[in-house]
């Protein structure tokens, strides 16, 4: 089993930067995913990484502004946030998952997430 924390959330105005961590711990995990929930929406997925940090894939509604990375060392992944914009507020979790034919896939591993509110 994986267990997993977030942090990094918080306050940011509109076009600002958050950077995100999540660290990871128990059995080894490869694929991982950032996903967000809105309130009164449902979970999506907003950017996912593979093991060796190698392919990545985004929703379109954040590609060119944020950036997925991963330190395998450390046993975290980042989510850098940039340009952020209201409709981007949400609790945001980490995941360990799979992909198939290029696709993410969320696994079981679930945090408490943690908070983004973009706002002026």
Known sequence: QVQVEES???WVQPGG?????????????YVMGWLRQAPGKEREFVAGISGSGSFTTYSDSVRGRFTISRDN?????FLQMNNLQPEDTAVYYCNDGRYSSEIYYPGDSWG???QVTVSA
């Open 8 to 10: 990094g959330g918080g």
């Open 17 to 29: 930067s958050l950077r995100l961590s999540c660290k990871w711990s128990g059995r080894t995990v």
């Open 73 to 77: 060392t450390e046993k975290t992944v």
């Open 112 to 114: 408490q997430g943690t």
